[in-house]
Each structure stands twice: as structure tokens, then as C-alpha cells.
């Protein structure tokens, strides 16, 4: 029996000696590279964290301490250490989540995968514990240097230092590509000076003496009070000259570090100071994403940081695609855009990568502007940018919309900004579960004044609808997609005057019964939809709208014409297109029945795309079944009745 199998909880971890968490840290590894090699997931990130979660479970006591995951996508090891050694089915419908999730394990406390809230659930744990008198519980949050650029951290830091009886305890894992610990005889000396005076400094009888002398100097008159202030100036900056305390020692959170986050013993030492010292406190472990994995750390452009099925020996995709993605078509057409208008200004949160604009930042470097996990900054220096002259374009997934939604209404939209909002990974996205699936943009963006919403189809439209929202200059505009695949063209076979196109026309077009109003993504399943229906004696029109804020009059046209309308979409149903549908064709005296087909208002948990559509019934065969039942009268909405006909409820009328 290895070594990993004997852990079945936490607290296993503390009878464990010195050479066995070596040998345990190493299994760990082999196993995370061997599971998620055949599963896909987060890799890199979660072998840089084994040596820093042993020591945080050794240290503290979960769940009775809380340990919170910024963005959860490093927590497989925790998941590993707390009896989940089942990998088989990672990220897969009915397996593990790919993040902490409270229907695993009581050691599990955030779900969501958004960075930067650690440190504000840190924040109001900590505050409830001390509230409710539990002073022998702790708080700890295990975050990256990445979620640093997040706002929202900083806003928690400064509450968190403003209360020194708080059990809070931060732990950097800083793994940032331009920092790397230090290495060298003289390094290795200056670094177990360090920790020697760390633990002067988080010893409570230091504090005490250090309050004491400070009351006593500024108690002592105009004189004393000039002491202490040149004397603490002068401990801090030679502070600041040994091992930087950053913000945090200004906010006044105790900074312990830097330390090697992956030697153990190191490690473990650093987290017993901070919780003897009974305040917040921060630990600042510098790691290596990928530790451990050769592959993973010759991959310059993000060691690993999530990954497909791939070989274990070698790290190389086991299978690829030779279909071109949404992200990769967004990608060249941005690019090609800013190789022609000057004006063009492109923005990230930290995923210039997975968001496609590698390309125009190779080009044009200087217009590529990458913020860091902060969207909401992101959005309102894009309206700055609009009122400078330029014309940005926000391009974020579309679940990380949701972070921005003031700015959006308040600093674009108010000032009719002309800004060009992109979305990636609109709709369900499939593995990597609720708080990443894009499904509440489109409700979101309904309610935002003189805001223009395209839903492009396929790769085509994709680059015409990009174009188009570049020349809109008085307000916001998105541009939404799905994740993975681009698919077939699905050509119109005609364009309305308001750039609607007409997909298909099935049957007697003289009295059509459906209209199928498809957006984005949905077109195939439309079109199947369509077939299916037709089949049956059914008549059908296909639609796709292209922009669906503002709703095209030719929609309501066509929608008075038919005897019910079914509008197709991969958003959530509650304030979606389909409902923005219904208020446009009653504001217009149109009452054909409508039937609003999407996604439930519910947390949907992680399988494929197509595996979480079947669960909540977005299915041609479903789809199909349910428009026909309304057609002939068996199920609600029910069609407007063929002419001359007035059926009761129930009764099947001959097609």
C-alpha cells in the first residue's frame, strides 16, 4: 500500500515523519500527473501547491479551522488529503468536480472558481468566529499572486488588518513567472536569518514590548513622540531592505517571508509562527507552477495550467483537433482589425491566452492592455479609452461578465460609450462546472439601456458581427460565443432588410405554423428541430437574428405571421432573449404564442456540453416532441388554432 492510500483524513498527515512527507509529496505527484493526464484538468497549478497543502492540513485542523481556496482550480491535492483519492472521473458528469464543492466534503467551503473573494470569505469567517466566541478556530486562505491584481482582495486585506484579534491567516503561493526563489550559499543563509527573526517578530511577548515602548515614547511628550516615529521609519525600511513587506505590513497584516513554499519543514515552521501569533498574519511562499514535472515547466506559455488528455511521459496531447475554435477565429479577426484601424484597443483579465489576443499582441503590443483579475477595472478604463478617441474591445468569459455588471451600466452604457465587449465561453461549457458555465449573460445585458447584443452562429458570422460592432460608437456592444469547436457554416438562404437571416422554410409557406427564432450556437439544433417537425406535416421557419438587443422588427413581423413561436436559446430562460421577445411582440399588439426554450435558473453541475443540455431537456428530439404537443393543442403554450378552427384544450386537430 503506497503511502497516499494510507491518508484517509487530515489529521493522518501528523503522524507522518519528515521523510515520509518527502516520499508522500512525491507520490502525490505521480499521482496527479498520472490522473489528470487521463482525465484533463488543472495541473500545473496543483503540483506547485503539494508541499504548501500538506503543511496548511499538519498545521491547522480542517474543518474545525477553515481553509478557503482562492478560485478552488488548486485544490485536487486538499481533495487528495481529505479521503477523495478516487480520480477516475475527474471533471466528469457524476465524478469529482474540478473545484472544491461543499457535496463532497465538509473540508470544502467556496465553490465558485471567480479569484479574489479569498481573502473576503477569510474576512467574514474569521469576524463570525470571534462573534460567536470560538477563539480556538483559524481562517486561512491559500492564494495566488495572480488574484493579488483582483480589487476585491485589497478591499478584504484592509478590513481583515483592521482588527489585530482576528485568527486570519493569509498564505501567498506567490508562482508568478518573474519570481523564483533565490538559490545560493549566501541565499540559503540570508533565508534562515529570515525565519529566525520571524520568530522574534510574531512572538506575542515582541508585540507586547513593542506596544508598550510605543505607548511609553508618545506618552513622553513632543520629543518622545519624534523618537518613535524616526525610530519605527527607521525599522521599517530596513524591513522594506531585508525581505520586502509590501502592502501588507502598511495595511498592518504581519508578513512573514518569503520562504521556499516548496520545503516543507520551512513551510510548517512559517504557518505554526503565524497562528501563535494570533492576528492576521501573511505568509508569503514562493513556488514553482508545474514543480516537479518536467514537461509542465517547459511550457513557456502557461506551465501547465490546465490541460486536455494527454500523454503522462511526455506531456503531449494525446489526440488534437484539426476543427478551428470560436477563440481562434476571434483571435485572427481581432488581429487583422488592428493591423487596419489605429483606433482599436484590446483588453484582458489576466487570459490574453485562453482569450485569443496572443496574436494582435505580437503586432501590436502596445495596444494590448492586460489588467490582471480585475474585470471591473478593466470595464471602466475601456470607457476611458472611448472617451479618449479609441474604440476598446473588453474580452473576457462570459461568466466573469457577471463581475463587471455595474461598471458596464454605469461607466460605459451612461456615457454611451463606444465599447465593443467580447465573450468567450458563452453558454454551458461543460466541465468545469456551475460558476464557469456563461449562461446569465444575455439575461444580464437585456436590462442594460441602448446595449447591442450579437450571437454570432458560426466562424462567418462570427468576423461580420466583430466588424460590425466597431462601427457602433454610442454604445456598448457584445459579442458572444461558445467554447471549443467553431463547427460547419450554416449558411442563410436569405437576408432580411434589418439583417435578419432566414435559415430554412419547411413546408407550406402559405400558412406556417413555427417559427424558430435560433440564437448563437443553437443552430444546429434548430435546424434538427426543424427537420423533425416537418416531418410530421408541421410547417417551419428558422431564423437567426445575428444582433438580439435590439430586437429586429422583421422578428415580430414574421412572429405575428405563425401560429407559435419557439425561441431557442443556451442562456437562461428567466429575462433571456425569449423573454425580451415576449414584452417587444405585446408592446406591438402581437399575441402568437411563445414558448421560451433555455436553461433553468439553477446551478448546473459539471459533465460535457452535450451531457448537461440532455439533463435539463435542450435537445432536438425534446425540443421537437414539446413544439409539436403544442402545435396540435396537448400541452402549453398552445398554437393560435388553424383558421376556422376553435378547439378546446386537448382536443389534436388534424394538420
Not at 551 to 572: T, W, Y
Request: with cysteine; hydrophobic share 40%; glycine share 10%.
Amino acid at each position: 500500500m503506497s503511502l497516499l492510500e494510507t491518508i484517509k483524513k487530515p489529521g493522518d498527515l501528523r503522524a507522518l515523519t519528515p521523510e515520509q512527507l518527502t516520499e508522500l509529496a512525491t507520490e502525490i505527484r505521480a499521482f496527479l500527473i498520472a490522473n489528470v493526464a487521463r482525465t484533463g484538468g488543472h495541473l500545473g497549478p496543483n503540483l506547485g501547491v503539494v508541499e504548501l497543502t500538506l503543511a496548511i492540513h499538519r498545521v491547522f485542523e480542517s474543518p474545525k479551522d477553515s481553509i478557503v481556496f482562492d478560485t478552488g482550480h488548486q485544490s485536487y491535492v486538499h481533495k487528495l488529503v481529505t479521503g477523495r483519492q478516487d480520480f477516475k472521473t475527474l471533471r466528469q458528469q457524476g465524478g469529482l468536480s474540478g473545484y472544491p464543492d461543499r457535496g463532497e466534503s465538509e473540508h470544502d467551503i467556496v465553490e465558485s472558481s471567480h479569484a479574489s473573494s479569498s481573502l473576503s470569505w477569510v474576512d467574514g469567517i474569521s469576524r463570525a468566529n470571534k462573534l460567536r466566541r470560538l477563539d480556538d478556530r483559524y481562517a486561512v486562505a491559500l492564494v495566488g499572486d495572480g488574484a493579488l491584481t483582483g480589487g476585491m482582495a485589497w478591499e478584504a486585506a484592509n478590513n481583515i488588518a483592521g482588527d489585530k484579534d482576528r485568527k486570519a491567516i493569509i498564505v501567498v503561493n506567490d508562482n508568478g513567472r518573474s519570481y523564483a526563489p533565490t538559490i545560493g550559499g549566501l541565499a540559503n543563509q540570508l533565508s534562515g536569518l529570515r525565519q529566525q527573526l520571524d520568530k522574534v517578530r510574531t512572538h506575542p511577548a515582541y508585540e507586547n514590548a513593542m506596544d508598550k515602548l510605543k505607548d511609553k515614547l508618545k506618552d513622553s511628550g513632543p520629543v518622545g513622540s519624534f523618537t518613535y516615529k524616526s525610530l519605527h521609519a527607521t525599522k521599517k525600511g530596513i524591513k522594506d531592505w531585508w525581505a520586502p513587506q509590501g502592502l501588507f505590513e502598511d495595511l498592518g497584516i504581519k508578513y512573514i517571508g518569503p520562504i521556499d513554499g516548496h520545503n516543507l519543514a520551512a513551510v510548517e515552521e512559517a504557518l505554526q509562527q503565524a497562528k501563535q501569533y494570533g492576528g492576521p498574519v501573511l505568509v508569503h511562499a514562493l513556488t514553482e507552477k508545474g514543480h516537479g514535472y518536467a514537461p509542465a515547466l517547459a511550457d513557456e506559455a502557461d506551465q501547465f495550467h490546465a490541460v486536455g488528455v494527454i500523454d503522462p511521459t511526455t506531456g503531449k496531447p494525446i489526440s488534437t483537433s484539426s476543427a478551428q475554435s470560436w477563440t481562434s477565429v476571434f483571435g485572427e479577426e481581432i488581429a487583422k482589425i488592428a493591423d487596419e484601424r489605429e483606433d482599436v484597443v484590446a483588453i484582458t483579465g489576466a487570459m490574453l491566452l485562453p482569450v485569443g489576443l496572443q496574436k494582435m499582441a505580437e503586432a501590436h503590443p502596445e495596444r494590448v492592455i492586460d489588467v490582471g483579475i480585475a474585470e471591473q477595472h478593466a470595464m471602466t478604463t475601456a470607457a476611458g479609452l472611448a472617451f479618449g478617441g479609441l474604440h476598446p474591445v473588453v474580452c473576457v468569459y462570459a461568466t466573469f461578465l457577471n463581475r463587471a455588471f455595474d461598471q458596464l451600466l454605469m461607466d460605459v452604457a451612461l456615457h454611451k460609450a463606444g465599447v465593443t465587449i467580447v465573450l468567450d465561453r458563452a453558454g454551458v461549457t461543460g466541465p468545469d462546472g456551475p460558476s464557469h458555465h456563461g449562461m446569465w449573460d444575455m439575461a444580464l445585458t437585456q436590462i442594460v439601456p441602448n446595449l447591442r447584443l450579437a450571437a454570432p452562429r458560426d466562424a462567418t458570422r462570427l468576423r461580420e458581427e466583430l466588424r460590425e460592432s466597431m462601427d457602433v460608437k454610442d454604445a456598448p456592444t457584445v459579442v458572444r460565443f461558445s467554447k471549443g469547436s467553431v463547427g460547419e457554416e450554416v449558411e442563410a438562404i436569405d437576408r432580411l432588410p434589418d439583417g435578419v437571416d432566414v435559415l430554412a422554410r419547411l413546408g407550406d409557406r402559405a400558412a406556417p405554423d413555427v417559427l424558430i427564432i435560433s440564437v448563437g450556437a443553437m443552430s444546429e439544433l434548430s435546424l434538427d428541430v426543424a427537420q423533425r417537425l416537418n416531418s410530421q406535416g408541421v410547417s417551419v421557419t428558422v431564423i437567426d437574428p445575428r444582433w438580439v438587443l435590439p430586437m429586429p422588427q422583421s422578428v415580430i413581423s414574421l412572429a405575428a405571421r405563425h401560429r407559435i413561436v419557439v425561441c431557442i436559446e443556451d442562456g437562461v430562460r428567466a429575462g433571456g432573449v425569449g423573454s425580451r421577445l415576449r414584452t417587444e411582440m405585446r408592446a406591438a399588439g402581437v399575441d402568437t404564442a411563445l414558448n421560451e426554450v433555455g436553461l433553468p435558473t439553477e446551478f448546473l453541475t459539471h459533465g460535457s456540453r452535450d451531457q448537461v443540455l440532455e439533463r435539463v431537456g435542450l435537445t432536438a428530439q425534446q425540443v421537437a416532441r414539446d413544439t409539436l404537443a403544442q402545435v396540435l393543442g396537448t400541452k402549453v403554450p398552445f398554437a393560435r388554432p388553424l383558421p376556422g378552427q376553435e378547439l378546446p384544450t386537448g382536443q389534436i386537430p388534424k394538420l
